[in-house]
């Protein structure tokens, strides 16, 4: 499961290498690459064990951060795998 996992991340990071690359000219593009410590820690820390529970947490990870932003104060009382990757969108887009 976990060459399965890295597979996809790699996917997504190098979709975010290609957008951040394509910046127009005189901007600047920031994105999330993540090495494989990171995604090792990730998969410790957090209990990520599938695609799946790794979409939802990168999904709450942005939820929690334009929460915080929106609210003032940080969702301390959600947890990742409280929903979907689908569901965490829906929430951030609401805000």
């Given at each position: 499961?976990?060459?399965q996992?890295?597979?996809h991340i790699?996917?997504?990071?190098e979709k975010?290498?290609a957008?951040m690359e ?9 994105a ?6 990171m995604?090792?820690?990730a ?8 695609i799946?529970?790794?979409d ?7 939820y ?5 932003d929106?609210?003032?104060?940080s969702?301390r009382w959600t947890?990742w ?5 689908s ?8 805000l």
């Open positions: 499961m976990k060459e996992l890295l597979d790699n996917k997504q990071n975010a290498q957008w394509a910046a127009p000219a005189g901007s600047f593009r920031g999330p690459i993540y090495s494989e410590q995604i090792d820690d998969i410790e820390y957090n209990g990520v064990s599938s799946e529970d790794w939802a947490l990168q999904a709450w990870n942005e929690y951060d334009a929460f915080k929106e609210e003032g104060i969702p947890k795998s409280d929903r979907t990757a569901e965490w969108e829906t929430l951030t887009k609401e």
